[in-house]
């Protein structure tokens, strides 16, 4: 079974994927910044802008209760989270590129000193209060801090690469991120015991429900699917396998 990770093991994932995140953006050229994604309807500079809001609002909690009040006026046919979602984009991608990226490494430091400090109380709040919609493995505000926070911007990284032709380098934080979508995979799965192997830039093998039948794929293909971002053939044993990103 993959264990939860601790506080500190979660905060120290989220500052190494924010430094990933900064180093790649940080090679983008005029032309990159247009680019579709993956994230339907969204630009590489779209995807940064509502990067760049997650962690303004992080350090920022008024920004974040102003934006999802006035988001669900101008969206009010949207769930919450993508109403808000769609606001921060509203907001931050009109700025010129040069702004847009010192906004966000303005902001990363603060909200990593906020998560830091959120007390247990806040930990232990419902997500719900904020976001109904989509229902998640865990409803607590420590899950979105722990988990989602790092899972959300490392797959904006990985739309990024792919948008853009660059690199997508991995390390030991990129495979704690890949290991915590498996837990949740794990903890709702309900099809046949497999025994999973990853293989290209994120390897490993893990068991969902028993060590059953062997099952090869892609690291990031898998990723990419199970976010709903396609990538396995309709026959694969996942092709139904979604988890909340």
Do not use: C
């Not at 009010?76 to 700025?95: T, V």
């Amino acid at each position: 079974m993959i264990a939860a990770p601790t506080r500190q093991q979660a905060l120290a994932t989220l500052t190494a994927e924010l430094s990933a995140f900064q180093r790649l953006v940080a090679t983008l050229n005029d032309e990159d910044w247009s680019r579709p994604t993956a994230s339907a309807g969204w630009t590489v500079r779209d995807l940064v802008a509502h990067v760049a809001g997650q962690f303004e609002e992080q350090a920022r909690f008024g920004t974040f209760r102003r934006r999802l009040r006035e988001a669900k006026r101008r969206y009010p046919d949207r769930i919450a989270l993508d109403a808000h979602n769609q606001f921060q984009i509203d907001e931050l991608a009109g700025r010129p590129t040069a702004e847009l990226t010192a906004h966000l490494a303005r902001h990363v430091p603060l909200a990593l000193r906020a998560i830091r400090r959120a007390p247990g109380l806040v930990r232990r709040l419902p997500s719900t209060i904020f976001f109904p919609e989509p229902p998640l493995p865990d409803r607590r505000m420590s899950y979105l801090f722990d988990i989602l926070t790092s899972r959300d911007t490392w797959m904006h990284r990985l739309e990024i690469a792919d948008a853009t032709g660059r690199p997508f380098t991995v390390d030991d934080h990129d495979t704690a991120v890949v290991e915590q979508v498996l837990r949740d995979l794990a903890r709702a799965w309900t099809g046949p015991d497999i025994r999973l192997e990853l293989t290209g830039a994120i390897t490993g093998e893990w068991t969902l429900g028993g060590n059953g039948k062997p099952v090869s794929v892609d690291g990031l293909v898998l990723m990419r699917h199970l976010s709903g971002r396609g990538g396995l053939e309709p026959d694969h044993p996942l092709s139904d396998a979604r988890v909340v990103f």
